[in-house]
Structure formats: C-alpha cells, structure tokens
C-alpha cells in the first residue's frame, strides 16, 4: 500500500454479502482504508460455496486487501464486542434486508450513539424507506422492478435481463461515493452519518434514453428495439455482422456517415437526399443498416474496427469475455493483472478504476481466509490477549482463526 493512498487511515467494518456491499468495500481496501469483513462462523453467503465453485473468482475478486474476522453476532457477547470495534471504526457498511441490523440490536442510530462520527452505510434493492422497502431484492428482480429487463432483448422475445448484475455493482459504486462524500463531510462537522442507498435507485440514470424516446415519441412506451437506439433515432446504430464475429456501429454526427461511407466506398450516396441527414437516416433506418450490413460482412471484425477507426467512425468488436481477460490494453493500464492462486491456478483479477483513473498504486493482496485476522484485529483494537481469544473461539462467540 501507497503512503499516499486516499483512505489510508479509515478504518472500515465490512458486513457486506455478495457483490453490492463487497464492491464499495473493495473500492475503499483498494484506495487504502483498513477493512475488516466481519463475518459470521460459516462466512460471508459468497464464501460459503468452495473454492472450486462458480462463486470462487467473484469471492476473490471481490475481497482483495481485506481482513477477516468472525463473530456471533446472535449472541449478547459477539454484539457487545462489535460495538467496542465500532468504537474504533470509521465505517460500517451492511448489505442485509432492511431491519436485519435493528432486529440485532444494531441499528445505525444505536451504533452512532456507541461513535457519533460513524459513518453508516446501507445499501438494500429498494431502500429503508417507500412503499417497497421490505420486497425482498436481489439483481435479477431490481433489473425487473427499475425497467432494465422491459427494454433489454428483442422486440418479438419476453423481457431479458442484462447479463451482468450491473444492479449490484452500480449500487456498490454509489455506496462507495456516497460513503466518501460523507467522511470529506465530517472533516467539517465532525458528526457521522446514515446512508440509504437503494440499488433501484442508482440504476435509474441508465435508462436516460429510454425516458427519452417515452416523452419523444408522445408518453408512449416503446416496443423494445434491439440492438438500435431506443428512440429509434439515430442510423447506423447497430450490431453488425462480420465474416468472423460481430462489430458495432454508431454514427452520431453527419461527419461520422460520410466518413463511413468513404471508407466502404460508398461514394454514391454522399449526396442521397434521403440519408444526408440524421433524420433521414432513421427514417430509413433499415435502408442504412443493409448498407453498413453489405460491406461488414465482406471483412473480419478486426478489419471493420481498424478502417472505421481510421477515419473516426466509432465502432467496436464484439469480444467473448475470454478475450478480454487476455486484452493487452487492460493488462498495460494496470486494469487487469495474472495471479497465481493455490486453488484455481493462474487468474486474471481486477485492479480498482478508481486507482487506475488516479495513478495510485496499492499492492493487491489475495482475499483472506475466514477468520484469518481474529487475532491481530481482537487484539490490537479490542486489546484481547491470545487466551482471551482462544476461549471466545471454544465458546463460539469468534471462529477458529485459519491461516
């Protein structure tokens, strides 16, 4: 770790579970705050299956530069000893339905009384508050429920949900910033804080164009439109065919249409009234993607990206996620990295973009056992001498430590 790492010295309490808690707390560990997973005997619900399971890279992922301890917190002395840590704490971050905490005796206001300048951070599908509080959530449902899944697909098939739990990780992003805005805020009060933030509600700026092509085209709800604009207005907007895989295609400026048309020598229809324009693109916007269609699939997608590149048309290929876990850039921007685990062998892992955007430079550790930091962190912030926690683990109030 950096001396210069933004959060060094923020001390972290991580009672997160799968991905939305885990990500905000990953995104601290990685910018250099001291977190420490509290988990429960059995572990974290993404620790609990084996570490040959599908569960195991996200697990890992996830839970890089972390401590972790366990503790009972059913039990009057695991609660007790959680508030002594929160005493030491400068976050306490959670995940869990809403009122699994209050129903603990650990609410956040019980917990700001315990530290005044605690940061509290909750996220939950719908949030602590609304009509919907208590629905029971998970990224499948959240892409239901926020409209995600209603425009995703094709427009003769059932809705589709997105194939990554952006719910999920777009709610850790928030919790993260959020967390952050609040400890610069109690620079300047001192006082701590309580954050509801809601998965549904961090999803909702994705659906920009959606609202917009619902009021352009008079408050009527769209039929789902492919791979194309959802507005329908713009043309080339597509995924296109090549000899070889797929690649996409947007022309936002007229500059990009009579570059791509250079480029597949197309000169012809430089001067076609009727696809001059943006408008008159989407008004024949079937017209406009045979075109494209005819020239792509003519060439590899590697060539279709290269020569469109060229004359600054955007466009990409479609890549399988096995290549990009091999993608040269990711691996040179510090993004992507190989490791060698004891378990799954050699895996690619993820760095924080935030450290990437910033220049910042934290060694990355390897996700730690259950428990692993019971001694050091019951005894350096709790003062517990090793028999006081040798006989909280044969009590079962803690895990056995495991290295």
Same mark, same amino acid.
């Given at each position: 770790m950096t001396e210069s790492a933004s959060l060094t010295g923020i001390t972290v309490l991580d009672l997160g579970q799968i991905y939305n808690g885990p990500y905000a707390t990953f995104l601290m560990a990685m910018a250099g705050a001291r977190v420490i997973k509290v988990e429960s005997l059995k572990g974290e619900t993404l620790r609990g299956p084996s570490e040959t399971s599908s569960a195991a890279y996200p697990f890992m992922m996830l839970n890089q530069n972390k401590e972790s301890i366990s503790l009972d917190l059913k039990s009057d002395k695991g609660r007790d000893m959680?508030?002594?840590?929160?005493?030491?704490?400068?976050?306490?971050?959670?995940?869990? #339905?809403?009122?699994?905490?209050?129903?603990?005796?650990?609410?956040?206001?019980?917990?700001?009384?315990?530290?005044?300048?605690?940061?509290?951070?909750?996220?939950?599908? +719908?949030?602590?508050?609304?009509?919907?509080?208590?629905?029971?959530?998970?990224?499948?449902?959240?892409?239901?429920?926020?409209?995600?899944?209603?425009?995703?697909?094709f427009a003769d098939s059932p809705p589709l949900r997105a194939g990554v739990a952006l719910c999920d990780f777009f709610g850790g992003v928030h919790l993260y910033a959020a967390v952050v805005t609040k400890l610069?805020?109690?620079?300047?009060?001192?006082r701590g804080a309580i954050i509801d933030m809601a998965m549904q509600d961090t999803v909702l700026p994705t659906l920009a164009s959606v609202f917009g092509a619902y009021y352009y085209?008079?408050?009527?709800?769209?039929?789902?439109?492919?791979?194309?604009?959802?507005?329908?207005?713009?043309a080339p907007y597509n995924v296109y065919e090549a000899n070889d895989g797929h690649v996409s295609i947007i022309c936002v400026r007229d500059g990009h249409w009579r570059s791509l048309l250079k480029?597949?020598?197309?000169?012809?229809?430089?001067?076609?009234?009727?696809?001059?324009?943006?408008?008159?693109?989407?008004?024949?916007?079937?017209?406009?993607?045979?075109?494209?269609?005819?020239?792509?699939?003519?060439?590899?997608?590697?060539?279709?990206?290269?020569?469109?590149?060229?004359?600054?048309?955007?466009? #990409?290929?479609v890549r399988d996620v096995e290549e990009v876990l091999q993608d040269q850039h990711l691996h040179d921007r510090g993004m992507l990295r190989d490791i060698d685990h004891p378990v799954m062998g050699e895996v690619t892992l993820m760095n924080s973009p935030l450290n990437?955007?910033?220049?910042?430079?934290?060694?990355?550790?390897?996700?730690?056992?259950?428990?692993?930091?019971?001694?050091?962190? +019951?005894?350096?912030?709790?003062?517990?001498?090793?028999?006081?926690?040798?006989?909280?683990?044969?009590s079962g109030i803690i895990g056995r430590q495991v290295f």
């Open positions: 959680f508030k002594q840590l929160v005493k030491k704490a400068d976050v306490v971050l959670e995940n869990y #339905a809403p009122d699994t905490m209050e129903n603990l005796g650990l609410s956040a206001d019980i917990l700001l009384e315990v530290n005044p300048r605690l940061i509290y951070a909750a996220g939950s599908g +719908y949030g602590r508050s609304g009509l919907h509080r208590d629905y029971l959530a998970m990224d499948l449902t959240v892409q239901a429920m926020s409209g995600i899944m209603s425009v995703t697909g610069f805020e109690r620079d300047k009060t001192d085209h008079g408050r009527k709800v769209q039929e789902r439109t492919d791979n194309r604009h959802a507005a329908l207005t713009l480029a597949i020598g197309r000169l012809d229809l430089l001067d076609n009234e009727d696809l001059k324009t943006r408008d008159g693109r989407a008004q024949h916007m079937v017209e406009v993607d045979n075109i494209v269609t005819a020239w792509t699939r003519q060439h590899s997608k590697t060539a279709v990206l290269e020569t469109l590149q060229a004359v600054g048309v955007p466009s #990409a290929v990437i955007a910033t220049g910042e430079a934290i060694e990355a550790r390897l996700p730690p056992k259950l428990g692993e930091h019971n001694e050091s962190v +019951y005894g350096e912030l709790l003062g517990l001498s090793p028999e006081e926690i040798l006989k909280l683990a044969d």
